[in-house]
């Protein structure tokens, strides 16, 4: 295979890659490690497997960009133009290609691996900077990227919104759903409503089967939106889809439904408990969720079992009553025959 870049306004090929280098291989050679490009196949276009053709392989463009970095072609091609490129891109779509859930693995593994500098963060994005800065702000993808010593170490949506939320926004229905829920408790409390926003969205991408999850009736809210966290906490505490609770979190998602139970000692511990709907929560002291139970409402049966008892009293004096009405009767057609 043939690896081209371009060289002023020429497409070469790039010498001392093998012919036979992964794709991975041509991008470290050609300065790149694994999480600082993706790759585009036009499957739409014919394709010869021949290695004497002039076939285009892939395209590998720069993370976060849609700047390619370089061709790969069949070994028998001898060369490349623009025109060429342009071609085998017709049906490139970059929101498709590179989405933000792509972007940001790309993100998590250069802060794991500790190799995105400063520098190049900004020359992908055009942004000015310092060595010494320790933020960077994108106004064209409105993310900040926070470093130290030189090197990525975190990053977030700048508008408070996470990835789950921004994904769930581009379809409308759903998102409006949580977004008005969440102001309809939290008012002009926009930090509230974020973190509302963000825990809902995010528990609806982990949620098994999404809205055909057989528990959603369980859950659901007056306006018809759905408290997609509780419904994984509740049921699938301890599994891969539900990663803890806060207390904290658990306010803000449950409202006015969240009612204080009591404090209570269990061993060294002490323990929150709150009830939300028919499920008791045990909080430590950091406020981490212990545990979610099921629990049955004890005190409707002791309200339907105190009517029966009522009921029964009633009837017993009714029979009472009936016993002396008959006695009185009976003594009264003895003394009328007596007379």
């Known amino acids: ?14 010498e001392g890659i093998s012919e036979d280098s992964s794709i991975n291989d041509c991008l470290l050679a050609l300065g790149y490690n694994h999480n600082q490009f993706y790759s585009y196949t036009n499957y739409n276009l014919p394709y010869s497997y021949d290695e004497n053709g002039d076939n285009i392989f892939n395209v590998c463009l720069k993370v976060m960009t849609e700047d390619i970095i370089c061709v790969m072609t069949s070994p028998g091609r001898k060369s490349l133009t623009d025109a060429d490129v342009q071609h085998y891109m017709q049906d490139f779509d970059y929101s498709l290609e590179y989405s933000l859930y792509s972007m940001e693995s790309d993100l998590d593994s250069a802060i794991d691996e500790h190799n995105y500098t400063i520098q190049f963060v900004a020359d992908t994005l055009g942004i000015p900077y310092s060595p010494d800065d320790k933020v960077l702000y994108s106004s064209k993808l409105k993310y900040n990227f926070f470093f130290e010593g030189g090197y990525l170490i975190g990053y977030e949506i700048a508008d408070g919104l996470n990835r789950e ?73 301890g599994t891969e889809n539900e990663q803890g609770l806060s207390y904290e979190d658990c306010k803000c998602i449950c409202h006015n439904e969240l009612k204080f139970e009591g404090n209570y000692e269990e061993g060294l511990d002490k323990v929150a408990k709150y009830v939300y709907r028919e499920y008791v929560l045990s909080f430590d002291s950091k406020g981490s969720l212990l545990s979610c139970e099921y629990y049955h409402n004890t005190s409707t049966p002791k309200i339907e079992s105190s009517k029966n008892d009522t009921s029964k009293a009633s009837g017993s004096g009714c029979m009472v009553t009936l016993f002396f009405m008959m006695t009185g009767l009976m003594s009264l057609i003895s003394l009328i025959f007596v007379i």
């Open 1 to 14: 295979m043939n690896t081209y870049v371009k060289q002023g306004n020429q497409w070469v090929v790039k």
């Open 165 to 237: 939320a921004h994904e769930l926004k581009e379809t409308g229905g759903l998102y409006n759903l949580i977004e008005s829920h969440a102001r309809n408790y939290h008012g002009s409390n926009d930090e509230a409503i974020f973190d509302e926003i963000n825990i809902q969205s995010k528990a609806f991408y982990n949620l098994p089967s999404g809205m055909q999850n057989q528990f959603l009736p369980e859950f659901a809210n007056a306006d018809g939106s759905y408290n997609f966290k509780m419904l994984l906490v509740a049921k699938y505490g």
